[in-house]
């Protein structure tokens, strides 16, 4: 987040919009991932605010933080919002594309809307790659839980964690293991599931990172 305070007002110097948008919606996807929520909304309301204008990456990149940022909070109407607006622009940047795709599955999982949670979490595995498909395979995890189709839960989870092992990135890390710590407990393995839910917060604290309020 340093860096973010140094980086910022420099391009904001150089009167570069599209970089400025770029950095303050990376930077609200930090603070929400920290747990920041009420700074992560107002960065990513002012990256939405500066980048309706230029479409594109930049407001796809925008509005997914806000809808981060707002899920983060806990305000699901928010987030689906944010995820609508951001539609338009889902096919300028396919990395972009599929992490929007993502939490508007988590979006509408929260809403209650397992229909739509499973269309979204489908269009996301099939578009993402590397640690977006972490993101996605978590996301589709975590909407067949609330489904009741737990063998496929259990494939999406291992195969998310199959990818972290070979990236060696653990930003979703503790969520894949609250997904397979649930279906343990779903299948009254209870000892062991209560194993997997403190890895999980152990490696949030080690991260410096906070469970989304929606989960």
Request: with cysteine.
């Amino acid at each position: 987040l340093a860096q973010f305070d140094e980086l910022i007002p420099e391009i904001e110097g150089r009167h570069d919009r599209i970089f400025w948008a770029d950095c303050v919606g990376t930077q609200a996807l930090v603070l929400a991932f920290k747990g920041d929520t009420g700074a992560a909304r107002a960065a990513a309301e002012a990256a939405v605010e500066a980048a309706v204008e230029l479409g594109g990456n930049p407001a796809g990149l925008a509005h997914w933080a806000l809808a981060a940022a707002a899920l983060a909070d806990g305000d699901v109407t928010a987030a689906r919002a944010a995820c609508e607006s951001a539609a338009p622009h889902m096919g300028a940047l396919s990395v972009v594309a599929a992490a929007l795709r993502a939490v508007a599955a988590q979006a509408a999982l929260a809403d209650g809307d397992l229909i739509a949670a499973r269309r979204w979490a489908n269009e996301a595995v099939l578009t993402a790659t590397g640690l977006w498909l972490v993101m996605a395979l978590t996301a589709r995890a975590q909407v067949t839980i609330a489904r009741g189709e737990l063998d496929e839960a259990e494939r999406d989870a291992r195969d998310a964690l199959a990818c972290v092992t070979k990236l060696k990135t653990h930003l979703f890390t503790p969520d894949i293991l609250d997904c397979l710590a649930t279906l343990l407990r779903e299948n009254g393995s209870h000892p062991e599931a209560a194993r997997l839910f403190g890895a999980a917060h152990g490696v949030r604290h080690d991260m410096g990172a906070t469970r989304f309020q929606i989960f």
